[in-house]
């Protein structure tokens, strides 16, 4: 293997598109269930089974991808990484482009296949880009690589629900002929503009093309393969260490506390304080666009900058450029601007974020801790006030929940050698938690005839993530002890 830094770079920039990508997409899924749930007539549980087709597929592809590594051997590790990406990338195209079909005939269940499809083109992706971002350089510094990717990651879940928005709520929805419901009654914005397939159908198409275009980019592009350095085993053996197995849990309540917030959303926006789906989508930008602000502070933070001041110093330049970005692209999507002074309750969230990150000292598992108790907090405080007071609490979780994919990650894989990728299946699997936690509190709110009171759901995954960067990340010198 070459160790060239320029060879990294260039790696680490193609997967950083990546990133971009699947971000963006799956935050779609936001704007897609107030879409469904108009147009199927659905209620509040029915319509998070959009996020539990979606990932489902995670659990059963990363299933799959584990039992073939238990009988055969890991299969990333003979195809290769890069292989591993690109056939990712050609199945996120066919998800993408079954989005035509499902909103043409109108089958919710053709929607939800699609999504299945698409989240195994994810599952793929996850499988393979993680693990390799990590390896792309010293491990003392694979959290804070993560974190830059992340970040990016982030800044597609940022522009999604501005540009989804717009896109399926506004300007396409005048495209092609009025929807209508199952009901056979016009299907209308919150705002009552109405809705259109094309709406739907044309953002998708659009999504399969870039994917196609990132495989073949992908394809031409030399990428350093790590693949021939280690010997194929089969086995379980990933399950040996205590800290996959804790971290594994870790994912699933993580994923299944952001995706829970993140698909309500919209609907507790119009339910808390009556804002229609437009402009809900604006402030959505900052709940994901504070997962972006945080991944990048923690990129620097996480890093092995020797020089604190410097860090300090890059940390808050980095913390005002990506405010500047949510807020002039939220300012300007909106029809009669967005007033500074909505914000100031966000900058108060970042500055806390920013101590926050002083506080982890740099610590990849203290970091986590400390983020996942704040977190407890604003959703404590959330339940106990209303109106803005409320909002911005969930929208500030964001800035929170930026870190903890990366830093559960590279915990729960550290020191697995051989078993990197099957334990990367493992913790892929677990995304399940995105499938699971935002039906449960869809049903619970609609047996509370409101979303308020369901968020104790996801307090009950941040206490574990509390309790995962306290004690559940540690390497037991006893593999099997737990």
């Not at 021939?228 to 085993?233: L, M």
């Not at 808390?272 to 930008?285: C, D, K, M, N």
Request: charged residues 10%.
């Amino acid at each position: 293997m070459e160790n060239k830094t320029a060879k990294y770079t260039m790696a680490l920039v193609v997967l950083t598109s990546l990133f971009f990508m699947w971000g963006f997409i799956t935050c779609m899924n936001d704007i897609l269930i107030p879409f469904v749930k108009k147009v199927f007539d659905l209620s509040r549980a029915q319509s998070m089974l959009v996020q539990f087709a979606f990932f489902t597929a995670y659990f059963v592809g990363s299933l799959i991808y584990f039992l073939i590594s238990t009988f055969s051997g890991d299969p990333i590790l003979k195809i290769g990484y890069k292989k591993g990406i690109i056939y990712g990338l050609i199945l996120s195209a066919i998800g993408c482009a079954m989005f035509y079909p499902a909103a043409e005939i109108k089958v919710y269940g053709l929607f939800l296949t699609a999504l299945f499809v698409l989240g195994l083109g994810f599952t793929l992706l996850q499988i393979a880009a993680n693990p390799y971002v990590a390896i792309l350089g010293k491990s003392e510094t694979a959290s804070s690589r993560l974190n830059l990717s992340q970040g990016f990651n982030s800044f597609g879940t940022t522009i999604a629900p501005i540009l989804g928005g717009y896109l399926i709520f506004h300007y396409f929805a005048k495209w092609g002929k009025q929807l209508l419901d199952i009901n056979g009654e016009a299907v209308l914005t919150d705002s009552g503009e109405k809705m259109s397939a094309i709406g739907v159908q044309l953002p998708y198409l659009i999504f399969a093309l870039v994917f196609i275009l990132l495989a073949i980019i992908i394809w031409i592009t030399k990428l350093p393969k790590f693949y021939n350095e280690v010997k194929i085993e089969k086995g379980a053996g990933a399950l040996k260490y205590r800290h996959l197995v804790l971290g594994m849990v870790a994912i699933f309540m993580y994923v299944g506390g952001e995706v829970s917030i993140g698909s309500l959303f919209i609907n507790y926006t119009n339910e808390l304080v009556g804002y229609p789906e437009i402009v809900a989508t604006s402030f959505l930008s900052f709940y994901w666009g504070g997962a972006m602000i945080g991944r990048f502070i923690g990129a620097i933070s996480l890093s092995n900058m020797a020089n604190k001041s410097k860090k300090i110093f890059y940390m808050i330049g980095i913390t005002i450029i990506s405010f500047l970005i949510i807020y002039f692209t939220v300012y300007i999507k909106s029809a009669d601007g967005f007033p500074f002074k909505t914000v100031l309750p966000f900058i108060g969230l970042i500055v806390l974020n920013f101590f926050a990150f002083i506080l982890g000292k740099s610590l990849a598992h203290r970091t986590l801790m400390i983020f996942a108790i704040i977190i407890i907090g604003l959703l404590s405080t959330t339940m106990l006030t209303d109106g803005l007071t409320a909002l911005w609490c969930i929208i500030g979780i964001g800035l929170f929940n930026s870190i903890m994919w990366s830093n559960i990650f590279t915990l729960a894989i550290k020191d697995l050698g051989k078993y990197t990728s099957q334990a990367s299946s493992l913790l892929v699997m677990m995304i399940l938690g995105g499938a699971i936690l935002p039906f449960i509190q869809g049903s619970i709110a609609d047996a509370m005839d409101g979303y308020h009171y369901s968020f104790f759901i996801p307090i009950i995954a941040y206490l574990y993530l509390a309790f995962y960067g306290w004690k559940g990340y540690k390497i037991k010198k006893d593999k099997l002890n737990y």
